[in-house]
């Protein structure tokens, strides 16, 4: 519960929700990734107001479907490169939060709900990621998962790895 208010408090804090939003705009850009985000207006935000430059789009869910499977590899490793390397992740992707520009491109909207994502957890997502590709399903579930925080420690898994 604490959690939670904390993070509906933060995310009515705009200069937090400003702050996230030009950091995530600086990391995206060190990296090339295609995707839009809006330029602050510093000067014109504060605690409780936020400013941003204006994006025409259309929200990806009503995008034509052929734009919205041309978008899915985009969004896959946008937020991969979120998770595994920038180490922070835009944590409310719903479909208000994400649009289409009319060139194409996609575009990151709302960044008053962002998550750090410390070095242990994105080595172990990392892990995890390769182990499940690999086929490697007790690695997966006997350590992984332990690692991540969605098993205790002491569990035995014998009964959850797939025969």
């Given at each position: 519960?604490?959690?939670?208010?904390?993070?509906?408090?933060?995310?009515?804090?705009?200069?937090?929700?400003?702050f996230?939003?030009?950091?995530?705009?600086?990391?995206?850009?060190?990296?090339?990734?295609?995707?839009?985000?809006?330029?602050?207006l510093?000067?014109?935000t504060?605690?409780?107001?936020?400013?941003?430059?204006?994006?025409?789009?259309?929200?990806?869910?009503?995008?034509?479907?052929?734009?919205?499977?041309?978008?899915?590899?985009?969004?896959?490793?946008?937020?991969?490169?979120?998770?595994?390397?920038?180490?922070?992740?835009?944590?409310?992707?719903?479909?208000?939060?994400?649009?289409?520009?009319?060139?194409?491109?996609?575009?990151?909207?709302?960044?008053?709900?962002?998550?750090?994502?410390d070095?242990?957890?994105?080595?172990?997502?990392?892990?995890?990621?390769?182990?499940?590709?690999?086929?490697?399903?007790?690695?997966?579930?006997?350590?992984?998962?332990?690692?991540?925080?969605?098993?205790?420690?002491?569990?035995?898994?014998?009964?959850?790895?797939?025969?």
């Amino acid at each position: 519960m604490e959690c939670f208010a904390q993070g509906s408090y933060m995310e009515l804090d705009y200069e937090h929700e400003a702050f996230n939003q030009i950091r995530f705009k600086t990391e995206f850009a060190k990296r090339k990734c295609k995707v839009v985000v809006p330029h602050v207006l510093e000067e014109f935000t504060s605690r409780r107001v936020i400013t941003s430059e204006w994006v025409n789009g259309t929200k990806l869910v009503d995008a034509p479907r052929e734009q919205i499977r041309q978008l899915i590899p985009v969004g896959v490793e946008l937020f991969l490169t979120q998770l595994l390397d920038i180490g922070a992740f835009h944590a409310d992707p719903h479909p208000a939060n994400l649009f289409v520009t009319p060139e194409g491109e996609l575009c990151l909207l709302d960044f008053g709900l962002c998550v750090d994502v410390d070095e242990c957890s994105r080595h172990a997502l990392v892990s995890a990621i390769v182990n499940l590709l690999s086929g490697d399903f007790d690695s997966l579930i006997g350590e992984d998962c332990k690692k991540l925080g969605f098993l205790p420690h002491d569990m035995d898994v014998t009964e959850l790895k797939p025969i």
